[in-house]
Every structure is written in C-alpha cells, then in structure tokens.
Nanobody, 116 residues
Framework: QVQLAESGGGLVRPGGSLRLSCAVS????????MDWYRQAPGKQRELIAT???????FYAAPVKGRFTISRENAQRTVHLQMNSLKPEDTAVYYC??????????WGQGTQVTVSS
C-alpha cells in the first residue's frame, strides 16, 4: 500500500508560479513512475507530467516548457514546479504512483486556481 499526499496548491495570478509537492508514504525505490494529472471542471483528468525511476521525464504539450517535474528520493517527495501559469491551468492536481507490481495509487488532489 502506498499513500500519497499533495500540497502546495492555491490561488495565483496569471504569469505566476506555484510548486506542488507529493509526499509518498513508502520508499520511492519501489515505484516505477510518478505522474501528475489534473482535472478541470467539466473535463476529463489528463496526464501532464511523468518521471520514471531512471529519471526519464515526459510532459504533455500544454505544459511543456513551463512545468518541471522532479523528485527527492531521500525525502520521498515528488514536485511539480509550475511557471508562467495561465487561467487554463486551473484544475485539481493529482499525483499518482505506479508501483513495480502494476498498482496505481492516487493522492486526494490539490486545487490550483489561476485568476486575476
């Protein structure tokens, strides 16, 4: 069992920055990949960033060049640095862990609102 807890969401003006964090209850060494998803009102949840055990990273087109995913293995934490935020980035942001045995674990989500 893996428990995840997101933090760092909030209200920010367009062009601003936020750093989301996802605290993992177990060693990241058992986790094959960590993902960040988001879900805007009335829309499907979408994958926006991934970091694998070997450090490979993936970004969805809407966030590429503005968002950066990183991890701190010792602190069992994965971050999502979000810069140049836009109103369309408003959503609930979720982290997900994919373990070596193929299970998915989700956090409870954190709200990000980009508005002037």
């Amino acid at each position: 069992q893996v428990q995840l807890a997101e933090s760092g969401g909030g209200l920010v003006r367009p062009g601003g920055s936020l750093r989301l964090s996802c605290a993992v209850s177990r060693s990241i060494s058992i986790i094959a990949a960590m993902d960040w998803y988001r879900q805007a009102p009335g829309k499907q949840r979408e994958l926006i960033a991934t970091i694998t055990r070997d450090g490979s990273m993936f970004y969805a087109a809407p966030v590429k060049g503005r968002f950066t995913i990183s991890r701190e293995n010792a602190q069992r934490t994965v971050h999502l640095q979000m810069n140049s935020l836009k109103p369309e980035d408003t959503a609930v942001y979720y982290c997900k862990a994919v373990t070596d045995d193929g299970h998915d674990y989700w956090g409870q989500g954190t709200q990000v609102t980009v508005s002037s």
